[in-house]
């Protein structure tokens, strides 16, 4: 090989990397998390939940928005059959295996990380609520 077509192969090998770099850096989801898809305006969540945790156990939500999450048991015991958190909702999501729970409310209007977790918080998750 000569030094020409050395130079030249070096050439498209970074022009075909720059192109790679910039598919890749423009191709960002448009949602802010794929876990969560909206539809009428409500914000759905779905998430499976069973003795051992959620999955998955992280979303994030726009702030203000109705939510809907709806939880798939699959196959939780004990302490697992109710999903609590005190800064998202008031009570608690009662599950039952083999069935999906859903809870409606509206995302807090102040950004931040909330938790949520069993009744006695062994497993937990979390929602981050952004604007
Ligand atoms: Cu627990």
Same mark, same amino acid.
């Given at each position: 090989?000569?030094?020409q077509?050395?130079?030249?192969?070096?050439?498209?090998?970074?022009?075909?990397?720059?192109?790679?770099?910039?598919?890749?850096?423009?191709?960002?989801?448009?949602?802010?998390?794929?876990?969560?898809?909206?539809?009428?305006?409500?914000?759905i969540?779905k998430?499976?939940?069973?003795?051992?945790?959620?999955?998955?156990?992280?979303?994030?939500?726009?702030?203000?928005?109705?939510? $809907?999450?709806?939880?798939?048991? $699959?196959?939780?015991?004990?302490?697992t059959?109710?999903?609590?958190? $005190?800064?998202?909702?008031?009570?608690?999501?009662?599950?039952?295996?083999?069935?999906?729970?859903?809870?409606?409310?509206?995302a807090?209007?102040?950004?931040?990380?909330? $938790?949520?977790?069993?009744?006695?918080?062994?497993?937990?998750?979390?929602?981050?609520?952004?604007?």
């Amino acid at each position: 090989m000569s030094k020409q077509t050395q130079f030249y192969l070096g050439l498209v090998f970074i022009f075909i990397s720059v192109l790679v770099y910039f598919y890749f850096s423009n191709s960002q989801p448009t949602s802010s998390s794929p876990t969560v898809q909206v539809v009428n305006g409500v914000q759905i969540i779905k998430m499976d939940a069973s003795a051992s945790g959620y999955s998955p156990s992280t979303f994030t939500i726009k702030a203000g928005l109705p939510v $809907r999450w709806e939880i798939t048991d $699959r196959g939780t015991a004990g302490c697992t059959n109710a999903v609590i958190s $005190r800064t998202l909702f008031t009570g608690q999501i009662n599950l039952v295996p083999g069935t999906t729970s859903i809870k409606e409310f509206t995302a807090p209007t102040t950004p931040g990380t909330y $938790r949520f977790s069993c009744w006695m918080g062994m497993i937990s998750g979390s929602i981050e609520v952004v604007i």
